[in-house]
T-cell receptor, first 116, second 113 residues
Framework: AQKVTQAQTEISVVEKEDVTLDCVYE???????LFWYKQPPSGELVFLIR??????QNEISGRYSWNFQKSTSSFNFTITASQVVDSAVYFC?????????????FGTGTRLTIIP | DTGVSQDPRHKITKRGQNVTFRCDPI?????LYWYRQTLGQGPEFLTY????????KSRLLSDRFSAERPKGSFSTLEIQRTEQGDSAMYLC???????????FGPGTRLTVL
């Protein structure tokens, strides 16, 4: 069975600091997809990134970067020069593809608070 | 069409009552998902439609829950004989096909008294 673990329940950093959110996953599939979603106080989940299991290249998008390592089953998310608007709950999610439904299995989330 | 919409946004009901939620996906998205999110947890999969066909139901979906997607457009989720344990945020998501990102609606927050 697939599982996503986000061990960090809450993180607080001072504005402009860098912060890394950890995500560890379990799956028996060789083909799968990993996602990060942001849930701001308004509650609506916002898609951030999707990576497939065959692409281990790190990705950078502005202040956001993602480090995917199959050897450690991790897909960590780093925010550089954090801003108050980054305060939200962040979810890592996994989708296995062999059953054809692509349902998402989410972790429990990490609540990130950026202190001005 | 700017996104997935859900109605109502909030619902307060008494235990034992029936409730129905509606989800309107992004136009032309053929896949629609329902998730449930309780406080402090990540969303949990409930059920999924491809067009009008309901292809999978989670064991979380007891026989008091039923979902439909007539004509492959909007979807409804009905909970019969609500219990306090049904209190949660019910999220709907849609996507165009395999392994594309799922776009989520704002959710319906259900409170069962």
């Amino acid at each position: 069975a697939q599982k996503v673990t986000q061990a960090q329940t809450e993180i607080s950093v001072v504005e402009k600091e860098d912060v890394t959110l950890d995500c560890v996953y379990e799956t028996r599939d060789t083909t799968y997809y990993l996602f990060w979603y942001k849930q701001p106080p308004s509650g609506e989940l916002v898609f951030l990134i999707r990576r497939n299991s065959f692409d281990e290249q790190n990705e950078i998008s502005g202040r956001y970067s993602w480090n995917f390592q199959k050897s450690t089953s991790s897909f960590n998310f780093t925010i550089t020069a954090s801003q108050v608007v980054d305060s939200a709950v962040y979810f890592c999610a996994l989708s296995e593809t062999n059953f054809g439904n692509e349902k998402l299995t989410f972790g429990t989330g990490t609540r990130l608070t950026i202190i001005p | 069409d700017t996104g997935v919409s859900q109605d109502p946004r909030h619902k307060i009901t008494k235990r034992g009552q029936n409730v129905t939620f509606r989800c309107d996906p992004i136009s032309e998205h053929n896949r629609l998902y329902w998730y449930r999110q309780t406080l402090g947890q990540g969303p949990e999969f409930l059920t999924y439609f491809q067009n009008e066909a309901q292809l999978e139901k989670s064991r979380l979906l007891s026989d008091r829950f039923s979902a439909e997607r007539p004509k492959g457009s909007f979807s409804t989720l009905e909970i019969q004989r609500t219990e306090q344990g049904d209190s949660a945020m019910y999220l709907c998501a849609s996507t165009m096909g395999e392994v594309y990102e799922q776009f989520f609606g704002p959710g319906t927050r259900l409170t069962v008294l």
